[in-house]
């Protein structure tokens, strides 16, 4: 069974957030990688770029699928995890951690609370 | 739409933690460990693969092999009992019904094994186009199959079945039995790689694939789904119903004018692809990899070098033995050879890729 952090906030869209004060690093979760399959492509957002709540703003792809990236939030882009050009699969092997794909400075801080909590979450993919 | 079907391997697969999905009317696995994981074991080691899905005909009587040979654009006269066939049947303006295999029992005895999603309509046709002493009989229910794909394939196989498979050449078959209960041996395959297809009685399907994980775990074996299915069969350059032809298309727009011989004599859609041999057709397949990061998907757009759309990918995916974005689509016929530039739509974005010849992956003999 994967481990979903209780200091994370998850979407329906079957992202993560951790927040940091007003940064936010936003991942896919455990159960979006296993339902992708093996991920071969991650195309990431250019530091500095902004975006609103539930934009699509990165794609990735496993062998078989292409899944867009929603923001969780609205914000800056502040750091992008570069790891994950080279090493895809990365996300993967661990999802919740190293395999992070985006930092971002939030605009609204506030939208963070209206996101799911763990257990929420892991009753949702559960249905 | 009709029932999901199980296989007789249905309860097999969800015992090896396969992950089940609706294929072509099946329930069938598309992947256990996992695709990329799956695919490198049947290029390196074997992997073992349920195709009971695949549809089973027989041709019976003296009339049998007249039949096949109106029926499909091969030359069926030309093989011999015990020896296998691609083929294709089409419709009077050359449009493919299915691609299938064409099996010579005997003289008056031919199996033709056809696509899942097609046998229904295969068998409508064909029985149709009976004519004379030949009885048609689906027997796809009848038949389980197992296939073992990969380099270490004839050792594992070998240690459970009596027959000397290295006597068995490729596209060859023998008829033997598996728990008393006849079974056919094949050396044929979809993956590019040397291997097996055990047609064999539904009850002892299950217990075939036991002993085959069993006999071939120290080898690497593995069970294998459709994901990596498609990834191999397409890396090998073959075709796929329904996705990369159908009966808006002919089989030399699918540039398998190998498998039509005229010289065979008159057969349903001769004219039609005498015609277009002679003629050329406005579109033809041809085979792209992407040189700009990005995966080639079924239905992206395909486009000249002036952004013209000249086509759309028909199959495309990540490659996992060669690491880079491959595909097949119709495009312009002058654009359908080797070394042309041209470029895929994806997403809004228009990534460069290069006409290559077939396949794209090719097993060291």
């Known amino acids: 069974m994967a481990d979903y952090p209780d200091s994370y906030q998850y979407t ?23 339902e992708l399959g093996d991920v071969v492509f991650v195309e990431l957002p250019e530091v500095g770029a902004s975006f609103e709540q539930n934009a699509a703003f990165g794609t990735i792809e496993s062998v078989k699928a292409v899944s867009d990236l929603y923001a969780p939030v609205s914000g800056e882009v502040v750091e992008i995890n570069e790891e994950l050009v080279d090493r895809p699969e990365a996300i993967n092997e661990d999802p919740h951690s190293s395999a992070w794909i985006v930092k971002v400075k939030f605009s609204d801080p506030g939208q963070v609370d209206a996101l799911m909590t763990a257990s929420d979450y892991q009753a949702l993919i559960q249905e | 739409m009709s029932e999901i079907r199980q296989t007789p391997l249905h309860d097999w697969h969800v015992r090896h933690d396969g992950r089940m999905v609706d294929f072509a009317g099946w329930r069938m696995p598309v992947q256990y460990s996992g695709l990329m994981d799956e695919h490198v074991a049947v290029r390196e080691c074997a992997g073992l693969f349920d ?58 005895e031919y199996l033709l094994v056809v ?75 979809y993956t590019g790689e040397d291997g097996f297809e055990v047609y064999l009685a539904p009850a002892h399907a299950a217990d075939l ?50 498998i039509v011989k005229p010289d065979k004599g008159d057969f349903i859609g001769r004219d039609a692809l005498v015609r277009q041999k002679a003629d050329g057709t406005d579109e033809k397949i041809v085979a792209f990899k992407a040189v700009g990061r990005g995966i080639p998907r079924h239905g992206y757009p395909l486009l000249d ?43 809004g974005r228009s990534i460069e890729a290069r006409t290559v010849k077939l396949p794209f992956y090719r097993r060291q003999r």
């Open chain 2, 305 to 347: 070098g002036a952004g013209n759309r000249v086509g759309e990918v028909a199959s495309g995916t990540f490659a996992p033995t060669l690491k880079e974005g491959i595909g097949v689509g119709y495009v312009t016929s002058a654009l359908a050879t080797p070394d042309n530039e041209i470029f895929i739509e994806m997403r």
């Open chain 2, 51 to 108: 195709v009971s899905h695949m549809g089973e005909i027989r041709l019976s009587g003296s009339d049998a092999l007249a039949t096949v040979q109106r029926l499909t654009v091969n030359d069926a006269s030309a093989i011999e009992d015990g020896q296998a066939q691609y083929t294709a049947m089409v419709n009077d303006a050359g449009g493919i019904i299915d691609d299938l295999l064409v099996y010579r029992v005997n003289a008056d």
């Open chain 1, 12 to 34: 329906a869209e079957h992202e993560w957030v951790s927040v940091d004060g007003d940064i936010g690093t936003i991942g896919i979760t455990h159960h979006a990688q296993d």
């Open chain 2, 209 to 258: 694939a036991e002993a085959i994980l069993k006999a071939g775990e120290t080898d690497g074996v593995v069970p294998a789904g459709l994901g990596c299915r498609d990834t191999l069969r397409l890396e090998a350059g073959m075709m796929l119903y329904g996705n990369d032809m159908d009966e808006s298309r002919s089989p030399i727009e699918a540039k398998l004018g190998w």
């Open chain 2, 115 to 189: 696509n899942a999603g097609t046998t229904e309509k295969d068998h409508a046709w064909i029985t149709s186009h009976a004519q004379g002493d030949v009885t048609v009989v689906n027997e796809s229910s009848d038949w389980a199959q197992v296939a073992l794909q990969g380099p270490v394939a004839e050792r594992v196989l070998g240690r459970l079945v009596k027959e000397d498979l290295s006597a068995i050449g490729y596209y060859r078959f023998v008829i033997s039995e598996y728990g008393g209960l006849p079974a056919i041996i094949s050396r044929t395959g």
